[in-house]
Nanobody, 123 residues
Framework: QLQASGGGLVQAGGSLRLSCAAS????????MGWFRQAPGKEREFVAA????????IYADSVKGRFTASRDNAKNTVDLQMNSLKPEDTAVYFC??????????????????WGQGTLVTVSS
C-alpha cells in the first residue's frame, strides 16, 4: 500500500514537500513515480526515481523546480516542490512499478498507486 501526504494550499512561488509511505518489505525493488491530475485533465507524469535513488527523471514542466528523493530504510519517497505555479494545482499520486527504467514516464507501467494528495497553488 502507498499513502501520500503533504498536500495543501500554497501561494505561487512557495514550496511544498509531498511524502509517500509504502508498506511491505520490498520497497527497494520498486521504481517510484509521481503523477498528477488537474481538474478536467488527464493524469500526467511528474517525476520518477530509481530503486536505489541514483537516477531521477522529471517532466519538462517541473524540471529544475521539483526534486524526488527516497529513503529505502524508511520505505518513503518524497517530492520537494519549489517555485510552485498555479498550473501545478492538481491531485498528486505516488506509484510503484517493477520496471527498472526506460518507460517509467508511462502511467500504465505502474502496478500500485497511492490515494492522492491535493496541491492547490493560488496566484
Amino acid at each position: 500500500q502507498l499513502q501520500a501526504s503533504g498536500g495543501g494550499l500554497v501561494q505561487a512561488g512557495g514550496s511544498l514537500r509531498l511524502s509517500c509511505a509504502a508498506s511491505g518489505r520490498t520497497f527497494s525493488t520498486y521504481t517510484m513515480g509521481w503523477f498528477r491530475q488537474a481538474p478536467g485533465k488527464e493524469r500526467e507524469f511528474v517525476a520518477a526515481i530509481s530503486r536505489g535513488g541514483g537516477s531521477t527523471i522529471y517532466a519538462d514542466s517541473v524540471k529544475g523546480r521539483f526534486t524526488a528523493s527516497r529513503d529505502n530504510a524508511k520505505n518513503t519517497v518524497d517530492l520537494q516542490m519549489n517555485s510552485l505555479k498555479p498550473e501545478d494545482t492538481a491531485v498528486y499520486f505516488c506509484a510503484a512499478t517493477r520496471v527498472v527504467w526506460g518507460r517509467v514516464m508511462e502511467s500504465i507501467q505502474y502496478n500500485y498507486w497511492g490515494q492522492g494528495t491535493l496541491v492547490t497553488v493560488s496566484s
